[in-house]
C-alpha cells in the first residue's frame, strides 16, 4: 500500500504542477472542491424520501476517486508521506464495522461537514466511505491512476485549447479508459506507462 500510495502522490504532484507550475503557494481552496463532489456524490446516491432511489455504486465510487485526488493535494501541501497516509488508511480500513458505517448519508455528511469546517482531509472519514461502499484501496488506486492518466492525456492532446476529441469511434474516453484498464496487469510499477502508451494508440487508431 506504501509504494501505492507513493505513486498516486507523485501522480498528483506531477498533474497539479501541470495545471500551475507554484500550486502549493496558490492557496486553492481543495477543501471547497471536496465540499462540492460530496453533494454531488449524495445525488449519486440518492437521498430524496419522497421517490424510490437506489444509489449509482459505480458513480458513487468515481466520485470518492475525485475526492481523493482533492485530498492527496491537501497532504501534499500539509507534507504527509506515503507512509504515513498508507498507515492511517489501513489502519482505518481494519478497524472500521459496518456497523459504525450503516447509515452512509450521516457518514458522507460528517466527512464533509469536518473538510469544511477544519478545511483539511480526514484520511480515517474518507476509509469510513470506502467501507460503506465496500470499495477495498486496490480498487481506488486503479481508479486514481486511471482517471489521473485520463487527464494528463487529455492535457497533452488538445484538451485546454479545444482540439481534443473525447468521442473515440462513438464511445466516450472513459468508456476506452474502463476497456483498456482491463486488458492491462495493474499490479506493476509502470502501470501507469502502459495505460498512457495504451490510451495513444486507440487515440491515434480511432480519431487520426
Known sequence: MQTQTQ??????EAMNTKVHADWREQGFEWYRAIWIE?????????????K???????????????????????MLVEGKTAD?????????????????????HLALED???????????????????LQVMDMPFEELYIGYVGKN???FFRQDNGYKD?????IWGGQEDNEHLVDIVKTLD???LDFKEHLYSALTSRYQELCA
Request: glycine residues 4%; proline residues 1%; hydrophobic residues 45%.
Open 149 to 151: 492518466v485520463l487527464n
Open 186 to 188: 495493474t499490479s506493476v
Open 162 to 166: 479545444g482540439t481534443y476529441q473525447k
Open 7 to 12: 505513486v498516486m502522490l507523485d501522480l498528483q
Open 111 to 129: 466527512f464533509a461537514s469536518d473538510t469544511l469546517s477544519k478545511k483539511h482531509f480526514s484520511v480515517e472519514k474518507f476509509a469510513t466511505l
Open 84 to 104: 504515513d497516509i498508507a498507515s492511517r488508511l489501513s489502519a482505518s480500513i481494519a478497524g472500521s464495522s459496518a456497523s459504525s458505517a450503516d447509515n452512509f
Open 38 to 50: 460530496c453533494a454531488e456524490l449524495m445525488d449519486h446516491y440518492g437521498w430524496k424520501w419522497w
Open 52 to 74: 424510490k432511489q437506489t444509489p449509482d455504486v459505480e458513480q458513487v465510487k468515481l466520485e470518492l476517486i475525485d475526492i481523493w485526488h482533492f485530498g492527496l493535494s491537501i
